[in-house]
């Protein structure tokens, strides 16, 4: 059995800390920061957070050809094959990528496209890129900067570890480390001009989600041709991340910088709605269905709110999304491999707030499945269930009160 690896954007995080994702002006590069400018930099950081400096930080300047072998290299060394395979089918089977996608080769070339600069934190060292912009390189060091710092006081790969294979509190702790950088980032720029988020005038300012990619598809070719559930899950950590960041600020002022990584979100519903951390919400997890006969777990995981979220939106519509998404209770699932012909069966169960938010989603996911499948044909169909087939087998659906329960790609009909 294999345990799903915490979605795409802990792909990244298992091989370094990434930098700033942002759009910026172009401008001629600017030349390789000093120490000087590095250890300001870091001072400043330190008495916004209260985290103390331990050590001078190494830096290089890197090119491009040495960030992809660079991200070859440690894909090839952090993850396992099968992680990245299990994640793969995962995604392949929810209908959230086509067929034929690549996840490793995307991962690579998106990182290679979009990283102005980034720590590593197996070598505590900065690599500052040759080729971004002034202004991305500007505000990348910074962003970076907020890691090397929260690195020597908690140690992000110990606290990214501790997660396991929880691919929800994996992406919450995900999101603690980007959107804590995130966060330091806008308050660094706005301190230099005599603001702080703590006004909500300049929250307000700052803190506005636009759109998260650019428009300019020459400028980042890969990240707008992206599946949609590769580009929210990539920008979760950033643009909810600060947001989360924010509302924990507010709350408890400079103490929130370390609190969210001595009681860490439990996962992305938290992250969406702080009220949720500060109450302690858990997710839960439906009961499955064991597997059927001559068959067996093959890969198992958890769907949060942003799942959820991204699969309304990519089959229905936005509206829907922020709809029923916030009513997510929990949900996991289970893909089973038959031993004679190795035929992978999904089983995925959802739980709601109530059973009219559950009623919504079993009508969403009937709409869900049609899309996803080029052709669905429907064997017996009533308030409560439906049965029928499409080119990846045999399935059915079917709510039982505020649990929504759906089988997909079986040979046999239900």
Excluded: C
Excluded at 56 to 70: A, K
Excluded at 92 to 121: H, M, R, S
Excluded at 212 to 225: A, H, I, L, Q, R
Excluded at 356 to 380: G, N
């Amino acid at each position: 059995m294999i345990r799903r690896v915490a979605r795409f954007a802990a792909i990244v995080a298992a091989i370094f800390v990434s930098g700033a994702w942002q759009q910026s002006p172009l401008r001629p590069a600017s030349k390789l920061p000093d120490a000087a400018e590095i250890n300001s930099i870091l001072q400043q950081l330190s008495q916004i957070t209260g985290f103390k400096i331990k050590r001078e930080l190494p830096f290089e300047l890197v090119t491009r050809e040495q960030v992809n072998r660079f991200l070859k290299d440690q894909i090839r060394r952090t993850i396992k094959p099968e992680e990245i395979r299990a994640e793969e089918i995962t995604l392949k089977k929810f209908g959230f990528v086509p067929a034929d996608f690549d996840l490793k080769q995307t991962t690579i070339d998106l990182l290679t496209e979009q990283a102005a600069a980034f720590y590593d934190f197996h070598r505590k060292k900065l690599f500052i890129s040759d080729w971004a912009t002034e202004n991305m390189r500007s505000a990348a060091l910074v962003h970076e900067l907020a890691h090397a710092l929260a690195d020597e006081n908690f140690s992000i790969q110990k606290y990214l570890d501790q997660a396991g294979d929880n691919s929800e509190e994996s992406l919450a702790r995900q999101t603690v480390v980007e959107g804590q950088a995130s966060w330091l980032m806008l308050e660094f720029a706005a301190r230099r001009i005599g603001k702080s988020l703590a006004d909500p005038a300049t929250a307000r300012e700052y803190l506005s989600n636009g759109d998260s990619g650019s428009d300019n598809d020459s400028e980042y070719p890969v990240f707008n041709k992206a599946p949609l559930y590769l580009k929210e899950t990539l920008m979760f950590p950033y643009e909810a991340g600060q947001n989360f960041q924010q509302a924990i600020f507010l709350t408890d002022g400079k103490a929130a910088f370390a609190r969210v990584f001595r009681e860490p979100p439990l996962d992305t519903a938290q992250i969406l709605h702080p009220p949720r951390y500060f109450d302690g919400v858990k997710p839960v997890t439906p009961e499955l269905p064991h597997p059927v006969k001559h068959s067996k777990s093959y890969v198992v995981g958890m769907l949060g709110e942003l799942d959820e979220r991204i699969l309304l939106e990519q089959y229905i519509d936005r509206a829907t999304a922020d709809d029923l998404g916030p009513k997510l209770v929990g949900a996991n699932y289970r893909i089973d491999k038959s031993k004679p012909d190795g035929r992978l069966m999904l089983v995925y169960a959802s739980e709601w707030r109530d059973g009219e938010s559950a009623a919504s989603y079993f009508r969403a996911y009937q709409t869900v499945l049609k899309k996803k499948w080029k052709r669905l044909d429907v064997i017996s169909a009533s308030a409560d269930r439906v049965t029928g087939k499409a080119e990846d087998g045999y399935f059915l659906l079917r709510r039982e009160g505020s649990i929504v329960l759906s089988e997909e790609g079986f040979p046999e009909p239900f």
